[in-house]
């Protein structure tokens, strides 16, 4: 595609239900990346992967948020007994590797909105 | 990792107005990038910035990175409405690569026609 995708838009669950988030990077991009934003705020950085492995996971909050990426292309973050202050929009972008010691371009996706009733 | 502070968190100005956002850290940058949020939109970059002292211009935007490499500023001439945004500083923790970005909280610019 064009550029990154992310599925759905907007997801309204309950407090302790479980919700599956999904990112389509940009077709070729071998990293991708997993950040949420709060309202007034930056995105905070979550976890993000090269390939199919997890290269640095360090901002995942706590044991209830999981990713995967498979093949190496679409990722998921999971969210278990989701719970109020989870509420934010999730963020995906992806990167391609640049030339020389730059780093790279990330392009970011619509996010997802998440509501936790 | 250490985050990036921005100043001012807002702006408003009169269409035609100039206007300068700024990036401190208390540590030195490897690299300072800039991205530009729209109100319900996602971050789109700007530019990145690598040198001591460097100054780089796209149209009616110019950024800089400080000589110590701990500030970085975009300034932005004769604002537009199409301007309106927030604006955000991000670092990375080492040069190169792929890297993950810690953003600054951002500046909301508004701009009155």
């Known amino acids: 595609g064009a550029g990154v995708s992310q599925t759905p838009s907007n997801k309204v669950t309950e407090k302790g239900k479980y919700v599956e988030l999904r990112c389509d990077p940009i077709s070729g991009h071998t990293a991708l990346y997993w950040y949420r934003q709060s309202l007034g705020q930056g995105p905070e950085f979550l976890i993000y992967?090269?390939?199919?492995?997890?290269?640095?996971d360090s901002g995942l909050p706590n044991d209830r948020f999981f990713a995967v990426r498979p093949e190496g292309s679409v990722s998921t973050l999971k969210i278990q007994r989701t719970e109020r202050g989870d509420s934010a929009v999730y963020l995906c972008?992806?990167?391609?590797?640049?030339?020389?010691?730059?780093?790279?371009?990330?392009?970011f996706g619509p996010g997802t909105r998440l509501t936790v009733l | 990792g250490q985050q990036v502070m921005q100043i001012p968190q807002y702006q408003h100005v009169q269409e035609g107005e100039d206007f300068t956002t700024y990036c401190n850290s208390s540590?030195?940058?490897?690299?300072i990038q800039w991205y530009k949020q729209r109100p319900g939109g996602h971050p789109v970059f700007l530019i990145q910035?690598?040198?001591?002292?460097e100054v780089k211009k796209q149209k009616r935007l110019t950024f800089q990175f400080g000589e110590a490499k701990k500030n970085s500023s975009l300034h932005i001439t004769a604002t537009q409405t199409t301007d309106v945004g927030t604006y955000f500083c991000?670092?990375?923790?080492?040069?190169?690569?792929?890297?993950?970005?810690?953003f600054g909280k951002g500046t909301k610019l508004t701009v009155n026609p």
């Open positions: 992967f090269q390939g199919t492995g997890a290269a640095d």
């Open positions: 540590t030195t940058l490897s690299n």
């Open positions: 991000a670092r990375t923790p080492r040069e190169g690569g792929s890297e993950k970005l810690v």
């Open positions: 972008a992806s990167s391609f590797p640049g030339a020389g010691g730059s780093t790279d371009t990330q392009y």
């Open positions: 910035l690598v040198k001591s002292g």
